[in-house]
């Protein structure tokens, strides 16, 4: 016979603390079991996990069992519980997620925690962190970024380490552009060509040879991004806003359900609709940068979101969210990202 509201109360009541400690769990309620999304008509007690894992990983102690004075339970995947809060306001610790930028940019998103010879770095694109290549190592990083309001030295939270740097296309050599392309004359294909001229003139022809340089193919990049040292590791966090803890790395593919935390858009999900993506990327003021092996989803971020860990279902990280258009999402892969900066999970 199913227990009665009150009766479910009255265990739920006895249970709760001890449910509660359980390791991975973050709420502990009364409520419908529910079977494949749907809640049936039976009384449960619930209990709220940050991520469900496979029972043979958890100590015995951790474990929910199946019922509770006869009265059954459930096991519901939330996430970490936050206290609801701002995304673009100063956050202590600053989970991922939350607006962050370079004193000289506006903001983007701080992606997540990464460790670099041993110690907790933030992640997130070269354009937020390292202001598209015209930072120096040691420069400023806010928390919110100077368009929500940070201000340096009050919202300090971080100092610029690391970054890889973009080639834009027609760059000169300094990754900042310059170069002009198209035809230009070559030394000594100049000084070959002027002996030539001189002797076709001498016997009276008309024609004449100009030395060119071929323009070199495009300079094409793999990653956005960049790491910075936070002032004080207690004043970051290595959970995802509303996703919460990183299970792990993944490989990311065709047809691969993802989601992301971002400054702008909060929460969303997508899914990889091209895999080995070259794009031309528009960073603004004439510079371009063309990008190989990127992933791309649909319409799942909007400006301020660069910077955002992009993860599967199971909370493993995929990519680095960098760049998109009303209906697409540019993704750098995060194993081309931890190549590029030498950095591996927490």
């Not at 009255?10 to 999304?37: D, E, F, P, Q, S």
């Not at 100092?159 to 990754?175: H, K, T």
């Not at 910075?228 to 790395?249: F, K, M, Q, T, W």
């Not at 909060?266 to 603004?284: F, H, S």
Request: charged share 15%; proline share 5%.
């Amino acid at each position: 016979m199913a227990a009665s509201l009150n009766e479910v109360r009255r265990v739920h009541a006895g249970a709760c603390n001890g449910l509660l400690a359980r390791r991975n769990v973050v709420a502990v309620g009364v409520g419908y079991k529910r079977t494949g999304g749907r809640a049936t008509g039976d009384l449960a007690i619930v209990c709220s996990v940050r991520a469900k894992r496979p029972l043979e990983s958890l100590a015995l102690r951790d474990r929910i069992p199946a019922t509770v004075q006869g009265v059954p339970t459930d096991v519901v995947q939330s996430g970490p519980i936050f206290a609801q809060q701002s995304r673009t306001g100063r956050v202590r610790p600053a989970p991922g997620g939350v607006s962050i930028g370079h004193v000289g940019i506006t903001a983007g998103t701080l992606g997540c925690l990464v460790l670099k010879s041993g110690n907790p770095h933030i992640l997130s694109n070269n354009h937020v962190l390292a202001n598209s290549n015209d930072a120096s190592v040691g420069d400023a990083i806010l928390q919110p970024g100077p368009a929500d309001g940070g201000r340096d030295p009050a919202d300090q939270i971080a100092r610029l380490v690391e970054w890889a740097p973009i080639v834009f296309d027609g760059a000169d050599g300094d990754g900042n552009g310059g170069g002009d392309g198209g035809e230009s004359p070559c030394p000594i294909g100049g000084i070959a060509a002027g002996m030539l001229n001189a002797a076709a003139a001498a016997v009276g022809s008309r024609t004449r040879l100009r030395a060119v340089r071929e323009a070199a193919p495009a300079a094409t990049n793999l990653v956005d991004c960049a790491i910075a040292a936070p002032l004080d590791p207690s004043s970051v966090s290595a959970d995802i806003l509303e996703i919460g803890r990183i299970a792990g790395v993944a490989d990311g593919g065709l047809g691969m359900p993802i989601r992301k935390s971002g400054r702008t858009t909060g929460l969303t999900t997508g899914e990889i609709e091209q895999v080995d993506v070259t794009a031309q990327v528009d960073y603004g003021s004439g510079r371009t940068a063309t990008f190989t092996d990127q992933l791309m989803a649909g319409a799942m971020s909007q400006g301020g979101d660069s910077g955002s860990a992009i993860l599967d279902m199971d909370n493993r990280l995929v990519g680095l969210l960098f760049a998109g258009s009303t209906n697409t999402t540019v993704i750098n892969r995060i194993q081309n990202v931890f190549a590029a900066l030498q950095v591996d999970l927490p």
